[in-house]
C-alpha cells in the first residue's frame, strides 16, 4: 500500500523501516528535517520511500483514498497535526493516530472526523523498540471499514510473531493500550522488587544467573524478564545508573478509569506512586529496585535513563 506518515522517532522511524522493508510505498514528514535525512541516507535500492517537505505536501502526493499514519506523543503535538492533516484530507480518507493518546481524546477525534465523512482509527502501539524486528501488537479502535481497508499495513507491522485485533469505535483500541501500560508498571515493579531482595541476600547472587534461569520456563519468564537479562548483561549490579523513573501518562490513566468504576486497583497505583517517589527522593531511587524498573524502561522501549555522575 501506499501511505504517509508523519513522526520518525525511535517508533515511527522503525515502524517506517518496517514497511519499506515490506514492500509498502511511504512518503514521510517530520518536524525535525535531521531524522527525515537520516532514514533516507539508510535508503535501501528496492525501498519506495519519499520526503514531504510540508503536511499538505505530503497528504496530496497520496492517491485517493489517502492513509495518513501519525506517530506523535500524546497532548498537543498530537492535535496540531490532526489539525493541520484535516485542512488537505476528504470524505473516505483514511487518518490514523498511533500514539499513545488518551482513550477520551481518540473518542472525540473519532466523532469530528466521522462528522466529516473521514475515517479515523485511534492505534495503541506495543512492543517497544525490538518490535521493529519481533512485530508490534496493534490495538485498533475507530472505524471498522478503515481497519479492513489497512489490513495488509497491519499485518506487514505485525510480522512475524506480533498481531492486530480490532476492538471497536471511537477510542476502544486506546484504551485496551492504555489498560495495558497500566498492567506493565505493575509487571516491572514486582521484577524490580524481587530483584532487589535477591541484591540484598546473604548469598552473594549473580543475579544476571538468576534472571537466565526464571526465564526458563517459570511463571515469571517472558517479554520482561527477557529485558531484565538484558538490562544485567549490559550492567551487572545498574550500577552506572540512578533509579530515576518517568512515567508517560498511561499507568496514570488506568488508575483513574478504575477509580471512576470503584475497581481495587492497588498494584498499579502504588507502581505509579513509586514512580513519582523515585523522581524526587534519593531513598527510592537509590534501590536497586528502582534502578531495575529504569533499565527495563530503557531495555524495552529506549527510554533514556539518568547516568551516575
Known amino acids: 500500500m501506499r501511505l504517509g506518515f508523519i513522526g520518525l522517532g525511535k517508533m515511527g522511524s522503525n515502524m517506517v523501516t518496517k514497511l519499506l522493508n515490506e514492500g509498502h510505498e511511504v512518503v514521510v514528514w517530520n518536524r525535525s528535517k535531521e531524522k527525515v535525512d537520516s532514514l533516507i541516507s539508510h535508503k535501501k535500492s528496492e525501498w519506495k520511500i519519499s520526503a514531504a517537505a510540508t503536511v499538505k505536501a505530503l497528504v496530496e502526493s497520496l492517491g485517493s483514498p489517502r492513509v495518513i499514519w501519525s506517530m506523535l506523543p500524546a497532548g498537543e503535538a498530537t492535535q496540531e497535526i490532526l489539525d493541520e ?47 521493529a524486528v519481533e512485530g508490534y501488537p496493534l490495538m485498533v ?45 505493575g509487571v516491572m515493579q514486582s521484577i524490580g522488587e524481587g530483584f532487589g531482595v535477591l541484591e540484598k541476600s546473604p548469598y552473594n547472587l549473580d543475579l544476571l544467573k538468576v534472571a537466565r534461569l526464571y526465564q526458563k520456563n517459570t511463571l515469571n519468564a517472558g ?16 550500577s552506572k545508573i540512578e533509579g530515576y523513573i518517568d512515567a508517560s501518562g498511561e499507568g496514570e490513566w488506568t488508575i483513574e478509569e478504575a477509580k471512576k468504576q470503584n475497581l481495587p486497583i492497588d498494584i498499579i497505583e502504588e ?17 536497586f529496585a528502582a534502578r531495575i524498573v529504569a533499565a527495563l524502561r530503557n531495555a524495552f522501549g529506549g527510554h533514556a535513563v539518568k547516568k551516575k555522575n
Open 85 to 131: 492533516i484535516e485542512k488537505y484530507v476528504a470524505g473516505g480518507d483514511i487518518v490514523i493516530d498511533g500514539g499513545n493518546a488518551h482513550f477520551p481524546d481518540t473518542q472525540k477525534r473519532w466523532e469530528h472526523f466521522s462528522q466529516k465523512g473521514i475515517k479515523f482509527l485511534g492505534i495503541g502501539v506495543s512492543g517497544g523498540v525490538i518490535a
Open 223 to 238: 517479554f520482561m524478564m527477557q529485558r531484565t537479562i538484558e538490562a544485567l548483561e549490559k550492567d551487572p549490579d545498574l
Open 271 to 287: 507502581s505509579f506512586k513509586f514512580r513519582q517517589k523515585s523522581q524526587k527522593d534519593k531513598n527510592i531511587s537509590s534501590t
Open 141 to 185: 479502535g475507530g472505524d471498522r471499514s478503515a481497519y479492513d481497508a489497512i489490513k495488509p499495513i497491519l499485518d506487514s507491522l505485525a510480522k512475524p510473531k506480533g498481531g492486530h485485533e480490532y476492538f471497536g469505535q471511537g477510542g476502544a483500541g486506546h484504551f485496551v493500550k492504555m489498560v495495558h501500560n497500566g498492567i506493565e508498571y
